[in-house]
């Protein structure tokens, strides 16, 4: 079973910088290798999805029409390219909003796994990767194998003082890839048994 899960700031688009937000398509800058990524994990038969805070909706500072034309650009471009994205869900409340769909609440990825027809308890089998603490404690709350990435908000010794540790720790998603297949071919072997000659 192969699941991954994406923040998007900081992950596939350059981090905007603390406080700030992405609010138009021009300020939308992949990270190296991102696409390449998402491409890779495609071709591999992964089922990948984005979940994404994106309060500045709530706060007035762009508005759903602007995610919108961002969230295009990026799907369109990593279609281009060979890669697939099988939806992508933003939370635009606030913090304070109650949702269930605000990282760390899960309630995003619950969905994710409606739609390929899995169960919450599927989750395990799936990665979530992201660059802040709410992502990994959404991954941890879902029971996905956690990566931080270090390509955007955090860095590692910030990682060192949070409650829910990352499992897995990548410089970039590019990275992030590598432990994904990685671990993904050691748990397959580990299947099939000691003697599989393809191990």
């Known amino acids: 079973m192969k699941i991954v899960f994406f923040d998007r700031d900081g992950v596939i688009n350059e981090f905007p910088g603390f406080g700030n937000y992405v609010t138009k398509v021009k300020n939308f800058h992949f990270i190296k290798g991102s696409i390449d990524t998402i491409v890779d994990l495609t071709n591999r038969g992964y089922h990948i999805f984005v979940v994404s805070n994106q309060a500045g909706v709530a706060k007035g500072i762009y508005s759903a029409k602007k995610l919108k034309q961002i969230n295009d650009y990026m799907m369109r471009h990593v279609k281009k390219a060979g890669g697939r994205i099988k939806k992508v869900f933003y939370c635009m409340h606030r913090s304070d909003a109650g949702c269930d769909c605000r990282k760390p609440n899960t309630g995003s990825i ?3 796994l409606k739609i390929i027809n899995k169960k919450s308890k599927d989750a395990k089998y799936a990665y979530f990767v992201g660059d802040d603490k709410t992502d990994i404690e959404a991954g ?10 270090l390509s ?15 499992d897995f720790i990548a410089k970039t998603l590019s990275d992030a890839r590598k432990i994904i297949i990685d671990e993904n071919s050691r748990y397959s072997c580990l299947g099939r048994g000691r003697a599989s000659k393809s191990c």
């Not at 941890?140 to 990435?149: D, F, S």
Request: charged share 30%; with cysteine; proline share 4%.
């Open 110 to 112: 619950e969905r994710a």
């Open 140 to 149: 941890h709350n879902a029971g996905c194998k956690t990566i931080l990435v």
């Open 152 to 166: 955007g908000k955090n860095r590692r010794k910030d990682a060192k003082n949070w409650v829910v540790q990352p």
